[in-house]
């Protein structure tokens, strides 16, 4: 079996086989730490809430803190993630299905090779999901190549436009490990105690004008980067800067 140049990392995204593999284990790694962490949830009556309004969901958290996202899929709502066009995002598209969420494939312009990779379409695509079947659409707002944790405009547009709320979901633990990767992602531990936040949802402004939009894209961050910096300090860890 020929690996590619990038090693078993590589291998994992790049082959079909690597990537069948690669997400039957990250789905039973997700599933061990879930199941062996003892969890604070604080503020899930909020979640719990939107859910039962007769509407489409945004709920959003950061790239970095995207690994336990399979967590809060609710049961009896269809759930779309909207994942990029690259290998990792095939990977992950993989890793996702085993927790009945639906990818949907794009990712914002990419500026640094000029070119347009489906944002577009996937837009197209969610606003659908969230008017015509009330989803779960799931968003890293600094994904997928940052800067990490400042928002970009998709998320706020997307909420104007549909008039969806927003969730913004942040977690945390004592044990885990963080990357050297743009967004710092962490990787939990099993057998240990984690945070997990669930503010107040975020209500899109009426006004749809380049003021609004401004403003609204602020909160949005301002809000997921306190709860972020909450979760880290309640499991005792320094908590991650934006860049």
Same mark, same amino acid.
């Given at each position: ?30 599933? !061990? @730490? =879930?199941? *062996?962490?003892?969890?604070? %949830? ?6 719990? $809430?939107?859910?039962?309004?007769? /509407? ?79 989803? !779960? @659409? =799931?968003? *890293?707002?600094?994904?997928? %190549? ?6 970009? $405009?998709?998320?706020?547009?997307? /909420? ?84």
């Amino acid at each position: 079996m020929e690996r590619s140049a990038d090693g078993i990392g590589g291998w994992l995204r790049k082959s079909a086989t690597g990537r069948l593999l690669g997400a039957h284990l990250g789905a039973f790694y997700i599933r !061990l @730490v =879930a199941w *062996t962490t003892r969890w604070d %949830r604080i503020g899930k009556q909020n979640f719990d $809430r939107l859910l039962q309004e007769d /509407s489409g969901v945004i709920a959003t958290a950061w790239h970095g803190r995207l690994f336990m996202a399979p967590l809060w899929v609710p049961r009896n709502r269809r759930t779309i993630a909207m994942i990029s066009r690259n290998d990792d995002g095939e990977l992950i598209s993989a890793l996702v299905r085993r927790f009945n969420v639906i990818a949907i494939r794009g990712s914002t312009y990419d500026h640094e090779k000029k070119r347009e990779k489906g944002g577009g379409e996937v837009f197209a695509d969610a606003v659908q999901e969230l008017t015509e079947h009330k989803a !779960l @659409v =799931a968003i *890293t707002p600094d994904g997928p %190549r940052g800067p990490r944790m400042r928002a970009q $405009r998709g998320i706020a547009r997307l /909420s104007i436009e549909t008039g969806t709320p927003i969730q913004p979901i942040a977690y945390s633990v004592r044990r885990g490990k963080i990357f050297r990767s743009w967004d710092r992602f962490l990787l939990p531990w099993p057998f240990g105690r984690g945070v997990q936040i669930f503010d107040e949802p975020l209500w899109p402004p009426e006004e749809n004008d380049e003021a609004a939009m401004t403003q609204y894209l602020s909160r949005i961050e301002e809000r997921l980067i306190a709860i972020s910096t909450q979760a880290d300090i309640l499991c005792g860890r320094e908590p991650i800067a934006p860049k």
